[in-house]
């Protein structure tokens, strides 16, 4: 049973950093791609980020230059840095990842940014 579980969330204030990680468990070979979403209170899950398998990167116009996704395939593990964060990213983070017939879901990690 494949398994995806984040950690790295927490509180901090306007302009600090987190760093993301989501530890793969269960699976046979690396997904095609992760990706990293969130979700705010009354609004709906919104992609984040995405990286392939040979590390191409997809970024949402709003995190762009502030988060940088990577992966370690060895590791079966991804992970988010943000950085300048602002309030308005605060959300529910999860990870996913994409197979050609299958897709899942983490638990999700909270991300909360004070100003």
Do not use: H
């Amino acid at each position: 049973q494949v398994q995806l579980v984040e950690s790295g969330g927490g509180l901090v204030q306007a302009g600090g950093s987190l760093r993301l990680s989501c530890a793969a468990s269960g699976i046979t070979f690396s997904p095609s791609a992760y990706g990293w979403y969130r979700q705010a209170p009354g609004k709906q899950r919104e992609l984040v980020a995405t990286i392939s398998r040979s590390g191409n990167t997809n970024y949402a116009d709003s995190v762009r230059d502030r988060f940088t996704i990577s992966r370690d395939n060895a590791k079966d593990t991804v992970y988010l840095q943000m950085n300048s964060l602002k309030p308005e990213d605060t959300a529910v983070y999860y990870c996913n990842a994409v197979w050609s017939l299958s897709q899942y879901w983490g638990q999700g990690t909270q991300v909360t940014v004070s100003s």
